[in-house]
């Protein structure tokens, strides 16, 4: 999946840093959409085979998460409605 903010996409760079750029989807824009058995959302990066978190303290966005902590003190969870 790529997420899209009008004309741009979330796009994940080598080191896991996130921004909002230009351009066709690819590799650097594309997330496995993962569900939780709680319900909760997950987003991996096909870039860095990382999920993509809210740094808790920062609040920065990075797809640096090996993978979700059980307690979500990692920010990689996320809910999904419509």
């Known amino acids: ?7 741009r996409y979330v796009t994940v760079g080598a ?7 230009a351009g066709r989807s690819g590799t650097a824009r594309s997330f496995q959409w993962i569900e939780t058995p709680t319900g909760e ?3 991996m990066s096909l870039a860095t085979n990382r999920f993509l978190r809210i740094d808790p303290e920062t609040r920065d966005i990075r797809a640096d998460s090996p993978g979700p902590m059980p307690d979500d003190s990692d920010g990689a969870r996320f809910i999904w409605s419509e």
């Open 41 to 43: 959302l997950v987003l």
């Open 1 to 7: 999946v790529a997420l899209r903010s009008g004309q």
């Open 15 to 21: 080191d896991g840093g996130v921004t909002l750029a």
